[in-house]
């Protein structure tokens, strides 16, 4: 598809930024643990000498912002506090005391007796990152990237330039204070970068996009490289008719309004037909105080949900609390639903019934599948990863919540002495493939 | 990309077809190892019924297409004999002995008290196929598919078509018999519909082509869909100064010869300039008696190789018994050229100092990096995975040959007793993340 691609040829000067990232990272692919982690405390330093110059580039960011009419929600996420920063450098540090991904040993095995064969983790290269209006995704993943030993290509949204611009001379500080030197971050400041960033598969091997729906999947659409991350995040609740009708209502609110504009919230609620009478009584009015609207099918409306659904609501991500919903005559209904809206994200199922929970854990194929909780618990940090990049709806891995280990690949080492195919296959030498200590 | 695409909207036949491949694929996800393997020995059974017919039909196929004038050696790929179809069907009972890639258990996490995560390996979902001339590979892959809990949508070569109907009904038929039942496996018969299956990315999970480097590309072009295989094959062998010529001359005599149309066969030889000149002289008369025509750079040309070697040949896959040959400095040379040229997918280095073998074992980023012995090990059954499909040259895994595993993804389980996600961020309840067994 390259030669129908929307986007512009990479100029000259981001083919040469991008070789020399590329030259750096394979530098920093070869560094130590010790001189990675070094790496990171020296841009955490750096990032706390300078909180004040941070937070003055941001005010500068802010005024210009505000007055071009960028949305409250937009200049909240812009805005950094000196706390909110201090939390940032904290992250530099947690990221740093998380275990190694690079160098373990996946695979070892003897192919004949002078020839061993071996798998081991390797940094990916160079990601590629767009990131919009959020300076503190500047930092969360430079130091993902530096600790995985990749280097980095970064793209923030332009209404955070003079915040990202102060934080990477900070990060580069960091680093060229450091043993692993500076080269292996780079800062892109022109829309004209981030598009010419999608052709740049020689150079960069994974794009991770962090913003919008939209951005993301005018991303998926304009590259031939690997995006790891998600458009949609359509999560569904079902509630069986063997299940604790309170707790059921827990979670679906849990769900729902915990944090409505998160991926992982759930859009739409699945509920088994014989207790859907007496789960929407009781939460309608508990929907109703948490300020959610509901729209439903028919019959959950005739069963006192105001707002009609369309068939566009089962496919729609609101972000909002807004929440559909939807009766179903059993779980397979509930599956086969989910099977042809879900984007693959997370779905849950509160029963009481075993084997109807192994039955939908079984059957549904999203990253992460439930059983009496909530869907809001996909995420990295809650599942022990200690940081993630984001969470991948793509079938192949990483997919779900993807930290440190989704950075890195393999590559394979055989190590001979002289060993020829051909005496294989004449038969005078024979495989053994004996596996040895990992 | 999807609106450039200069490959059709698939036929309402075709959705069809991969909407009720994609539906039996759900239960075959589900059952369970035995299962898969009973299917796996019905349809060799039913191969081993059907031996005549399959013969017969592959004698149509031969008749036609030498009329039409198809070259020899595509012939000889679409000739199936006795032997070689026996050895097929031996190919899909040992399938069935490789250990099952479904069901491992990769992470196993208490996050708190009554929160219980799991990761577990699961099917990919649909593939979809592509393969030239070979009728075997139906066999071969059609059986990794069913092993793995895939469904597959296999489109063959149409001078194959008898040959692969005659298969396919085979396949089915054992199917049907087994436990599995039959629909999981489909076979594409028009030009139309491979084409078409390149945009079925609603049902399609993964595509693997098998066949020339003209159609993995057109393939990798033309899809949103993850295409697993490489294109090119441009691996490299470098002689080190300090070496036995007579080592190194047999091992790149291995990699170019002993199969030059393999995607693993050495296409350039790098040679440090200390040892060029007793390694050429040895090595010209060996080469010239094994057929292997060279092309040189300037250097190697005044040392007696004949032909002259352009820019672009560093950058060709000859799949012939021709080797370009470039003398380079030392080791960090050899290494950059191999930055440069090389496709990632296996290189070697022939030395007998260690730091500088291990120095090119960690600076290479191919899939397979080689230290004193022939890239052609680089090969799924040497590697002892029992079967392959594919050599994967993409930076993320699966890469190298990809076995079973490289079929399997995974999903993220989450078991609870109405958990909420509140409640930790509260402060209420607090993640423990203690591993449990595997």
Partial sequence: MSTNLSVPEPSSQLIKTAQSVKKASNCLGQSTNDQRCEALTMMADALNDNIEEILKANLIDLERSEKEGLSKSLLARLQLTPNKLKGCIDGVLKVSNLSDPIGHRQLHRKLDETLILERVTVPLGVLGVIFESRPDALIQIASLAIRSGNGALLKGGSEARSTNKAIM??????????????????????????????????????????????????????????VLGHADGICHLYIDDSVEIDQAISLALDSKIQYPAACNAIETLLIHQNV??????????????????????VQSQSLGVKNPATDEDWSTEYLDLILSVKIVSNVDEAIEHIRKYSSRHTEAIATNNKEIAE?????????????????????????????EVGISTQTLPPRGPVGLEGLVTYRYFLRGNGDLVKDFVSGDRKFSHTDLLL
């Fill in 169 to 226: 001379g900070c990060l580069d500080q960091g680093l060229s204070k450091s043993n692993i030197g500076s080269g292996a971050l780079s800062l892109l400041t022109t829309r004209q970068e981030s598009l010419g960033l999608l052709r740049l598969d020689r150079f960069v091997d994974l794009i991770i996009p962090r913003g919008s729906n939209e951005l993301v999947q005018f991303i998926q659409e304009n590259t031939r490289i690997t």
């Fill in 276 to 297: 859907a009478e007496e789960f929407l009584k009781k939460s309608i009015p508990i929907f109703s105080n948490a300020g959610v609207t509901l729209k439903g099918d």
């Fill in 359 to 387: 039955k939908f854990l079984r059957s549904v194929d999203s990253s992460g599948v439930y059983h009496n909780c909530s869907t809001r618990f996909a995420d990295g940090f809650r599942y022990g990863f200690g940081a």
